[in-house]
């Protein structure tokens, strides 16, 4: 069945640094992918998202790019900043989940001043 | 309303006791989906509903836990005679429809988050 692997964390990170957060999947069909975070206290809100191969979604200068050969939906961005520590979840959707979203464990990013 | 709503954020409860929680969705929202987010883990669906069809309780762990969604919008996750195995942070989502939340997503409530004591 459908199923999706984070890199465990927690991640933690000087201010300004890159970020990568690593996400594969594994699904029959063509998913789409998400990722979606989760502030303290707060519940899960839509990061960005791509629908079809090579697309990129992109949000609050967070990017990913669906990389249909390597089957991978990795989370980059560029400086990070205090604010963006938070969990971050790696999901898709696809005829074998019944298109239900089906999410990763969760990747923790601690973000330092 | 703006967001889904959730009640309560908190609930603790003794072994064996049931519990209701409570979903609201965004008004015009077809779709509703709970989901559970165990410690240190990820979310695990339990069930959605779709306008009128039949739910996908596919998800439910166990026969203690049902749900219902009455008129098309508000809904009610219940456990019946709970198990501490059952702590966790319960998640609601809504979306547009389910072939609109495949393809954009769903939109998250703060959860309500159970203690079985």
């Known amino acids: 069945g459908d199923s999706v692997t984070q890199m465990e964390g927690p991640v933690t990170l000087s201010e300004e640094a890159f970020l990568t957060i690593n996400c594969t999947y594994t699904a029959t069909g063509y998913p789409s992918l998400f990722w979606y975070v989760q502030y303290p206290g707060e519940g899960l809100q839509l990061l960005l998202k791509?629908?079809?191969?090579?697309d990129k979604g992109s949000n609050k200068g967070f990017e990913a790019t669906y990389r249909k050969e390597t089957t991978s939906f990795h989370l980059e961005k560029g400086s990070v900043q205090v604010s963006d520590s938070a969990v971050y979840f790696c999901?898709?959707?696809?005829?074998?989940?019944?298109?239900?979203?089906?999410f990763g464990s969760g990747t923790r990013l601690l973000v330092r001043p | 309303g703006a967001g889904v709503s959730q009640s309560p954020s908190n609930k603790v409860t003794e072994k064996g006791k049931d519990v209701e929680l409570r979903c609201d969705p965004i008004?015009?929202?077809?779709?509703l989906y709970w989901y559970r987010q165990s410690l240190g883990q990820g979310l695990e669906f339990l069930i959605y509903f779709q306008g009128n069809s039949a739910p996908d309780k596919s998800g439910l762990p166990s026969d203690r836990f049902s749900a219902e969604r009455t008129g098309g919008s508000v809904s009610t996750l219940t456990i019946q005679r709970t198990q501490q195995e059952d702590s966790a942070v319960y998640l609601c989502?809504?979306?547009?429809?389910?072939?609109?939340?495949?393809?954009?997503?769903?939109?998250f409530g703060s959860g309500t988050r159970l203690t079985v004591v």
């Open positions: 791509a629908t079809k191969a090579d």
């Open positions: 008004s015009g929202h077809t779709a």
């Open positions: 989502a809504s979306s547009l429809s389910f072939n609109h939340g495949a393809d954009y997503g769903y939109t």
């Open positions: 999901a898709l959707s696809d005829f074998d989940s019944s298109y239900k979203l089906i």
